[in-house]
């Protein structure tokens, strides 16, 4: 398998790297994972959640390298706007799209939650994109010609670069599933550790969060074989019944 | 005091952040130093060691923002390009230039070093260029027109930020003056902690090394009045006699 531009560029957009109050992650985080694939990231850039700022880099970054990833501006406040400005980036009409409304609707109404008009923001999706799973939180991100859309949480991060990685070295696209567990990771590690041993052809993933001080995790079981994933999953809920 | 164009940008030069082997420290802490200081960090570029995307980094940054601060490619291997690249952005003629010289010679000398081919490369400094002084291993960065040219290692790079913060606000330039005491931080600690509040108007730094399997320190005072850092230098000596 041969990648025909194997080199790959990243556009970080927030304010709190460039202020020092995070120190980033998902830049280190990616930088290993494109090593690992034969990917060369020869760029990156920060810039903070301004319009003008990220529709530049944007386009130079995207004329540049066979790949490009953004981190960042994709969540349902009023400075989110990586969406916007990826459409203006390359002329396209955007809006909140009936396919990622449903994933979002589906996942507000699993946990009994309004999908008010904030939230459903993260459903304005480009004209001709495809949308990037997102096993931890729902909202999907988005690939736009070689630009491929990601969040800035650091889990939610990593969940997505797991999607779409494989098809960047012409891979089969991986089917995944889900299951949310209410434990903490302390208890789930060993049971799943075993199971990763038995399914060494799957990759499972696991995406810890913490809601109303309740600890849990998204197991993420991905493949290329349906049918191998599907037995997996029985296997992981007969591991942690409810 | 005011900065008349209180916007900066930074350019981390070098492969390994890039390829996840390092996770980046730098950009973290000049980000933090800026933000104290009410500068404002708008863009960052990672680029490798790259004579075209160096060059062409440079000239966006310094055209966009008051002021550049760039890290890494000043040591002595053939792939630290980053002096050539600066001058060759401002169209400046480089070469190894006498004051520069000279601090490498009496470094070398003291350490009974001999200062070679490959460490010249450290003196290469453009016309026109100001030294940024370098108090943890001697080679200097420099100052072109509105960037400033830094070292990748992060004890030579936060020195050279603090040697260069204070005239970003308008403040007089600082005098320092450095002691090499060969103990371990540890030891040091305690008493040069005491020293610190004494002179509560001076910066006193510690910038750890290990050579030759030996610990120490370069501890760096800093002040804008001669006579304090005189006086606090000769009570830094007598803490730890030889």
């Known amino acids: 398998m041969t990648i025909a531009n194997p080199t790959a560029a990243m556009l970080v957009i927030g304010d709190e790297i460039l202020s020092g109050r995070t120190r980033d992650a998902n830049m280190h985080f990616l930088a290993g994972e494109l090593t690992r694939i034969g990917v060369d990231l020869k760029e990156v850039r920060i810039v903070s ?3 003008p700022a990220i529709i530049a880099s944007v386009k130079a970054l995207s004329a540049g390298y066979g790949t490009v990833f953004t981190s960042g501006g994709i969540g349902p406040t009023h ?3 990586t969406a916007d400005c990826i459409a203006a980036a390359f002329d396209t009409h955007i809006d909140v799209r009936d396919d990622a409304r449903a994933i ?15 939230r459903l923001r993260m459903a304005r999706i480009p004209d001709g994109a495809t949308l990037i799973e997102n096993p931890v939180s729902s909202a999907p991100g988005f690939i736009l010609h070689n630009v491929h859309v990601m969040a800035g ?15 960047l070295v012409g891979g089969a696209p991986l089917l995944s599933q889900t299951l949310r567990i209410q434990r903490g990771e302390g208890d789930i590690a060993g049971p799943l550790g075993k199971l990763a041993e038995d399914f060494p052809d799957l990759m499972i993933g696991s995406y810890p969060y913490q809601k109303d001080g309740v600890y849990g995790a998204n197991i993420v079981i991905r493949g290329q074989d349906a049918a191998l994933v599907d037995e997996a999953m029985v296997r992981l809920a007969s591991l942690f019944p409810e």
Chains 1, 2 share one sequence.
């Not at 996942?107 to 008009?117: S, V």
């Not at 949480?153 to 098809?167: C, D, E, G, N, R």
């Open 104 to 118: 979002l609707q589906a996942h507000y109404d699993r946990q009994g939650t309004e999908l008010n008009e904030a």
């Open 49 to 51: 959640d301004d319009r």
């Open 79 to 81: 400075d989110d706007i």
């Open 153 to 167: 949480v650091p889990s939610v991060f990593q969940a997505m670069v797991a999607s779409v990685l494989p098809s």
